[in-house]
Structure formats: structure tokens, C-alpha cells
């Protein structure tokens, strides 16, 4: 640890006195705060500074908060920072090995397999299902409003973007949304992002400590979770027949994956060598099961949170929902009430929402790196192979120097007249570089109708008792508002009936 504590007084980079084994991030790991607010009050102490060094628990991490060098980090230099964390072991158990947790030749490959899924044409002729889910969705509020006109937003929000994942990735029908009880997805869901102390503790323990931790027998994740999936494949994989569908989904391209023994992609290292190696990687259950899982975990909740987050925003802020609600009035009438893939290009100024939601709340306060081969910034400072690296979102996207006035809801900013205000490298909600989300896309798709849906009909305002600032999770990594939820109260706006969906019943 003391060997450890001393590697950036050797480096000569300007570094915070750390504590015995939590070194600088005691609170994150002891899961007292969030953890975008621990990195925040870090750098407020070296607000000129282009980077300072720290420790994340007992391993040094270079946090970097100059736009310039955290384009070298993500984007320039991305052959020798390829890494997010842990990188050695992602391996060691099934969830483990996806696409996020993956990293060098092993990334590279299923990266480059995976991407054409995610294309603007997949995602154009993927939209009659998230119209469905669309449906379904309004079905559910009627069904909860007439109940009670106060509802919790982020769960239902979740329930939503899950049958819409469901549907597009997997082919099924999830009826997440339906009003039986005990349904499996929810479960799972609920199995894969458990918010609790025990959780947040093995998230973190294999974060900063890998090797101990697998060493000692842990799992972040219970094998429940890949029996479910590896079941739930099987099952759609029969029912095709074992045969690639029309559909060309995510089913499709695992089944395709399967019928091969290799899948082969360029090596990582060409960045560096600029030759043009292709490199093998085998394909076996666990790889494809893991994929799977991935997107269900990633397809719902960053989604359905940046959908409460942004109703939460709304609630607040009146004046914005009228404008946004306006110009849904606006879109639905000139589609004759046809819920089409156009929303996510003619809709500037809910779309300015949801990125200022992003902006307030990133789903990742933190983007995390690790150092995969000896690295030289452009600076001169020489980091060693595994040495980490944290780009601080949440503060990048606080810090009044690029946007003015943080604390204030303002889409505005985000409109095409103020864009180019914004400094590039300043705003990353879905990350940057070759490891950009993969599922933006996606994401923006499912956002954008799920608000549609709520708006049009729907005016909203915070339920009584809910407070006006959220405190954020501090036992997950993701942005997550701690226990209470986000509960909003509804009333029918006026006008709602002539701006029922138009219901085109395609065939799943
Ligand atoms: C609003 C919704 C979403 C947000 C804000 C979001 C944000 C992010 C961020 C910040 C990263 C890390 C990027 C980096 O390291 O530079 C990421 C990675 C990823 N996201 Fe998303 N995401 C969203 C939705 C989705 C969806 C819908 C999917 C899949 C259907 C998805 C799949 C992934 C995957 C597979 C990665 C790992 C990419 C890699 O490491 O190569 N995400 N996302």
C-alpha cells in the first residue's frame, strides 16, 4: 500500500493525501455518497489543474478534467486507455464478460460484431415495435391513473423500457407492463441492479481489488441471472427453429454468432502498429448469454432513469413541460396521431430536455479507464500499464465554466441555435470514442416515445411530500435516486382524446 500511496510524489503530479486503503474515495466505498459527488468536491481542489492523481481505494487513478487531454484519453490515445476497469477478469463470470466489461482484442472483436445491430436503418425498421410498446405503455397509465393520480414514475418508467428492449432485442413479449404478478423480467431486473449495501459493496471490492476478490470466492452477480437468459435464448432459438428470422434482431445475430466456432475482427493493437491483423475469438455459450443479459441491463434502466429524471425535471419546471407538451400537440397532429421514427429528429426541443436531463443526471458520473499499455500523455507523463484513469462527468457537467449556472433545468442549451456554445469534451452522457454507448440510439428511441406517450396526455406536477432536490444513490454506481423514488402527481390534460395513438397492429 505504501509503495502504492507513493506513485504520483514519484510522477510529480499533484495528488490528495490518501487514507489507509480507501485513499481518496472513502466515502464512495464506504458507500456514504454518490459517487459523482465524491469525484466533484476532488477536483473543486484542483480546479486549474488539467489532471490530478488519487487513489481509488489502495490503486492510483490519474482523474482527468482538461477537455484537451480527456479527448487524447477517450478518443486520440484510445489504443493504450482501452480498458474500463478490472480489465484481467472480465472472464471470471458470465455477466462479466460482456461488451462493457470487456476489453483489448476480446473488445474489439465483439465490438465490431455487435455494432451493425445498432445502425440508424436497424433502429428505423425496429421502431414499429417500440410503437407497440408505445401502446401498451398508455394502456398502463390509464390503468394506474384510474387507481390513483399520484404514481411512481421511475418504476413504471422501467416497466416500459423493458418490454421495449424485450421486444426489439429478444423477440418477446415481456408483458412487464401487464398487471399479473411475479413477472420474471421485473424480477430479474430487480436481480441485476439490487440496490443495496451488499451489492454496492461487491461492486466496489471488485472494482478496486479484482484479484482478492475472486480470490475469495465472490460473484458480483448470482448465477440466477445467466440461467434465465440462457434459458429465455434457447426457448426464442427454438422457437425459430434454429434459424435466422426476418426480423434480423439480436436473437438473429446470436444465432448466426453460434454457428460459428470463431468470430473474427481487427486486432487492437493495428491502432498502434498500423498493420492490419485480424484476430479470432471463440465463440461458446457464456460469451453469447453475457451479450444478452448486457442488454437487458443496459436497455431498461439507463433509459427508464433518464425518462424519471427528465418527468422530474418537468414537474419542476412548468413552463418547460408546456413547451414540450406543445410541441408533441404540434408533432402528433401533423402525423394524423401516428407515433413515427421521425420523433427522434422532429422534436428539437424535447430532445433539448432530455439532454439536459443527461447533463443534470448522467447515468454514469464517473467514466472509468484503465491503462492497457505503457502510455505517454501529451503533457509527457509517463502512466504504467494498469494504472486507472476517471473522467469526472457529473463534475464536467456541473462546472459553471462550460454551463453556466449547472444547478438551473435549462434544455435551451442544448438547442441548435446554443450548441456550439457547448466546448467539446465538456458533455459525455453516453461516454466518447470507440467505446461510445452502443445503444444511443436505441436509447434515444425508447426516451423519446416513452415521453411522447406521458406528455400528450398528461399534466404533472410533484406529489405532495416529494422534496425538490433528489439525493442520488450512493450504493450504485448509475445515478439513481435513493430509495423514495420519484413520485409525481397527474391530471388529464386538455384536449387528451383527439390525440389518441393511432394503433397499426403489427406482428411481433
Ligand atoms: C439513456 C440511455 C443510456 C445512457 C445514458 C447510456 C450511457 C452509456 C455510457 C455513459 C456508456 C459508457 C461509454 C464509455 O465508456 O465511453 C455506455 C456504454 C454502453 N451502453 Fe449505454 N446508455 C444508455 C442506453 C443503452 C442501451 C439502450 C443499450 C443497449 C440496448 C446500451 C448499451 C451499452 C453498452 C453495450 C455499452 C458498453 C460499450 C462498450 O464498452 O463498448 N446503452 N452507455
Redesign the pocket.
Known amino acids: 500500500m505504501s509503495k502504492k500511496f507513493g506513485y504520483w510524489k514519484l510522477k510529480s503530479v499533484p495528488y490528495v493525501e490518501p487514507l489507509p486503503l480507501l485513499g481518496n474515495y472513502g466515502r464512495y466505498i464506504l458507500q456514504q455518497e454518490y459517487p459523482g459527488h465524491v469525484i466533484q468536491k476532488l477536483c473543486q481542489k484542483f480546479i486549474d489543474q488539467p489532471y490530478f492523481g488519487a487513489f481509488y481505494g489502495t490503486e492510483p487513478v490519474l482523474v482527468v478534467q482538461s477537455p484537451d487531454i480527456i479527448k487524447h484519453v477517450?478518443t486520440k490515445d484510445f489504443y493504450y486507455v482501452n480498458g474500463?476497469e478490472s480489465s484481467d477478469y472480465s472472464e471470471s463470470e458470465v455477466v462479466t464478460q460482456?461488451?462493457?466489461f470487456s476489453a483489448g482484442d476480446r473488445?474489439k472483436i465483439v465490438?465490431q460484431n455487435l455494432t451493425p445491430l445498432f445502425s440508424s436503418a436497424k433502429m428505423k425498421n425496429m421502431f414499429h415495435l417500440i410503437d407497440k410498446c408505445s401502446a401498451v405503455f398508455e394502456d398502463l397509465l390509464d390503468h394506474e391513473v384510474s387507481m390513483s393520480d399520484v404514481i411512481e414514475i421511475r418504476h413504471i418508467s422501467a416497466r416500459y423500457t423493458m418490454d421495449c428492449?424485450c421486444s426489439a432485442a429478444f423477440g418477446v413479449e415481456s408483458n412487464t407492463m401487464s398487471t399479473v404478478e411475479n413477472n420474471p423480467f421485473n424480477f430479474m431486473a430487480t436481480e441485476i441492479f439490487e440496490a443495496s449495501n451488499y451489492r454496492g459493496f461487491k461492486i466496489i471490492f471488485r472494482a478496486v481489488w479484482p484479484a482478492i476478490f475472486y480470490r475469495l470466492g465472490f460473484q458480483v452477480f448470482p448465477s440466477t441471472i445467466d440461467e434465465f437468459f440462457s434459458k429465455l435464448l434457447k426457448g426464442v432459438f427454438q422457437s425459430r427453429g434454429y434459424k435466422p428470422s426476418p426480423r434480423n434482431d439480436f436473437v438473429d445475430l446470436v444465432l448466426n454468432l453460434k454457428n460459428e466456432d470463431y468470430i473474427t475482427g481487427d486486432s487492437i493493437s493495428n491502432a498502434k502498429t498500423g498493420a492490419e491483423n485480424k484476430v479470432q475469438l471463440k465463440v461458446d455459450d457464456d460469451l453469447l448469454v453475457a451479450q444478452c443479459v448486457?442488454?437487458f441491463a443496459?436497455?431498461f434502466e439507463?433509459?427508464a432513469s433518464?425518462m424519471g429524471f427528465t418527468l422530474f425535471e418537468l414537474a419542476k419546471n412548468q413552463d418547460v413541460q408546456k413547451k414540450a407538451a406543445e410541441e408533441i400537440d404540434e408533432f402528433l397532429r401533423r402525423h394524423g396521431n401516428k407515433l413515427k421514427y421521425d420523433c427522434v429528429h422532429e422534436l428539437p426541443y424535447l430532445d433539448a430536455c432530455m439532454h439536459e436531463t443527461?447533463r443534470k443526471y448522467p447515468?454514469?458520473g464517473n467514466?472509468t479507464r484503465e491503462v492497457m499499455d505503457d502510455y505517454v500523455l501529451p503533457t509527457g507523463l509517463r502512466l504504467d500499464k494498469g494504472v486507472r484513469i476517471h473522467v469526472p462527468v457529473y463534475h464536467m457537467h456541473h462546472n459553471p465554466d462550460y454551463f453556466p449556472e449547472p444547478d438551473k433545468y435549462k434544455p435551451e442549451r442544448f438547442l441548435d441555435e446554443n450548441k456550439d456554445d457547448i466546448k467539446q469534451y465538456t458533455f459525455f452522457?453516453?461516454?466518447?470514442?470507440p467505446?461510445?454507448?452502443?445503444?444511443?440510439r436505441?436509447?434515444k428511441m425508447q426516451?423519446m416515445s416513452g415521453l411522447i406517450t406521458f406528455l400528450k396526455k398528461y399534466r404533472f406536477e410533484l406529489a405532495d411530500g416529494m422534496p425538490e432536490t433528489l439525493i442520488l444513490d450512493s450504493r450504485t454506481f448509475l445515478s439513481q435516486p435513493r430509495d423514495h423514488g420519484i413520485m409525481l402527481k397527474l391530471t388529464k390534460r386538455e384536449g387528451w382524446e383527439g390525440r389518441n395513438f393511432v394503433r397499426e397492429q403489427k406482428k411481433v
Open positions: 477517450l474500463r460482456t461488451l462493457f473488445w465490438r428492449i448486457q442488454f443496459a436497455g439507463t433509459s433518464t443527461l447515468v454514469l467514466l452522457p453516453f461516454g466518447s470514442g467505446r461510445l454507448c452502443i445503444g444511443m436505441f436509447a426516451v
